[in-house]
């Protein structure tokens, strides 16, 4: 059973930094293309960033994150971290973790994370 688990989520001033995390199972992960996703309030899911697999050297940013948030990948964890530096009100969402399988195309996704930026 391929489950996601993500973590590191809170809440925080604007400015402020957190890391989220996003540990996987059941599944090889380290071919797979791991992506960070939010949805806020009223708005559809959007993506955030997103790794390729293997040594996740092609990496992926919304526009309004870039300079400002970096995905990486540790496939000895198998484990994917969003860290988000500057953060500002807007970034106020659930961040989802998810993985998209190689092969299958299928998507799999996290149960989500909370992350409040105040102003």
């Known amino acids: 059973q391929v489950q996601l688990k993500e973590s590191g989520g809170g809440l925080v001033q604007s400015g402020g930094s957190l890391r989220l995390s996003c540990a996987t199972s059941?599944?090889?992960?380290?071919?797979?293309?791991m992506g960070w996703y939010r949805q806020a309030p009223g708005k559809q899911r959007e993506l955030v960033a997103r790794?390729?697999?293997?040594?996740?050297?092609?990496?992926t940013y919304a526009d309004s994150v870039k300079g400002r948030f970096t995905i990486s990948r540790d496939n000895a964890k198998n484990t994917v971290y969003l860290q988000m530096n500057d953060l500002k009100p807007e970034d106020t969402a659930v961040y989802y973790c998810?993985?998209?399988?190689?092969?299958?195309?299928?998507?799999?996704w996290g149960q989500g994370t909370q992350v409040t930026v105040s102003s």
């Open positions: 998810n993985l998209h399988h190689l092969y299958s195309a299928y998507d799999y």
């Open positions: 790794i390729s697999g293997s040594s996740g050297s092609s990496t």
């Open positions: 059941g599944i090889i992960f380290s071919l797979n293309t």
